[in-house]
């Protein structure tokens, strides 16, 4: 099935990578910062994206072998989006829009799913690998078939349903036979609600800046740069879904080691940004020594 390309009225329509295919065009003025990048503050805004999903897999080296690959991967996938989503904002074309920027978004989730349904287990059984490769393929290979953002949409909403029923029922196994472990729960709690409120914010921009585009776009071409540039909602949203995405991961990855050590984990910060270490740790995880190799699990 072709692809109708959208183009915003009085937005050039093609650049030095060709003509723009994409069927999503952004609230932000085209090729006005650089004539190599489309979207300028909606291609830059994915760094901090970027960046915390390396930080999110240097901060698991020290973490135990059975989680580490897990949480790792998962943390990979934030960055992989992030770059994705760089190349998709920067050019304006299908492929990248779909291949780079989409389809990672639902091969994320199902690594999500897999952190969160394995839980502290040292693996997680081949059947469940599978049903976790053959969901997000089959979706890739139908939203490829037929590319209706619904169908990637819905599809993705429900592979997040599906993480929350196992956050839940990880949640209810936690240990609570101590003062100390049930701080720690209400601290992963509060995580949860931390990264539910980033990405929320940053939907809510986002709104807005889609429904109110004709009215930004004037506000931007009359108050100069500085205002153009903290009213890019699509960038915002980037921004605040990159630092609750990580935030979320940290949590489950916390909830994955506390279900079978509740006492030998903790959250710290590096820069604001929360991340899991052993208690005997005080540095970042990244820093430390690492210990003897063993065999991963994953």
């Known amino acids: 099935m072709s692809v109708e390309a ?3 009225v009085g937005q050039k329509s093609f650049g030095p990578w060709g003509n723009h295919t994409s069927s999503l065009d952004w609230c932000e003025d085209n090729y ?9 503050w909606n291609t830059i805004s994915n760094l901090p994206f970027i960046t915390l999903g390396i930080f999110g897999i240097l901060s698991t ?10 949480a790792a991967l998962t943390h990979a996938f934030v960055a992989i989006i992030g770059m994705g989503s760089f190349l998709f904002h920067a050019t304006l074309l299908w492929h990248a829009q779909v291949m780079l920027d989409e389809l990672p978004m639902l091969w994320s989730a199902a690594m999500g799913f897999y952190l969160t349904r394995v839980g502290g287990a040292d693996r997680g059984s081949t059947g469940l690998k599978l049903i976790l490769i053959a ?5 890739s290979w139908l939203y490829l078939s037929y590319p209706n953002p619904v169908i990637h949409q819905v599809a993705y ?17 936690l240990p609570r036979d101590t003062a100390e472990q049930v701080r720690m729960r209400e601290e992963c ?23 109110f585009c004709d009215q930004l776009t004037a506000i931007r071409s009359q108050h100069g740069e500085l205002v153009g540039m903290l009213t890019q909602g699509h960038a915002w949203w980037h921004l605040l879904t990159g630092i609750g995405g990580s935030r979320v ?16 984990f903790e959250f ?15 540095q970042v995880p990244a820093l430390e020594p690492r210990r003897a190799k063993s065999k991963k699990g994953i």
């Not at 006005?32 to 300028?40: C, G, I, N, R």
């Not at 991961?249 to 030998?264: F, K």
Request: aromatic share 14%.
């Open 268 to 282: 710290a910060t590096f820069l604001g940004h929360p991340y899991v270490r052993p208690k005997a740790f005080q």
């Open 6 to 8: 959208f183009h915003r």
């Open 249 to 264: 991961i940290t949590a489950m990855t916390y909830l994955s080691t506390a279900v079978r050590q509740p006492n030998d």
């Open 157 to 173: 909403a429900a592979m997040q349903a599906g993480i929350i029923t196992q956050v839940v029922r990880m949640f209810k196994t």
């Open 32 to 40: 006005t910062h650089h004539p190599l990048v489309a979207e300028f």
């Open 61 to 70: 080296f020290a973490l135990p072998t059975r989680v580490r690959s897990r």
């Open 135 to 139: 969901i997000p393929a089959g979706l």
């Open 189 to 211: 709690r509060s995580q949860f609600y931390k990264a539910t409120a980033f990405c929320a914010l940053g939907f809510a921009i986002w709104n807005v800046d889609n429904i």
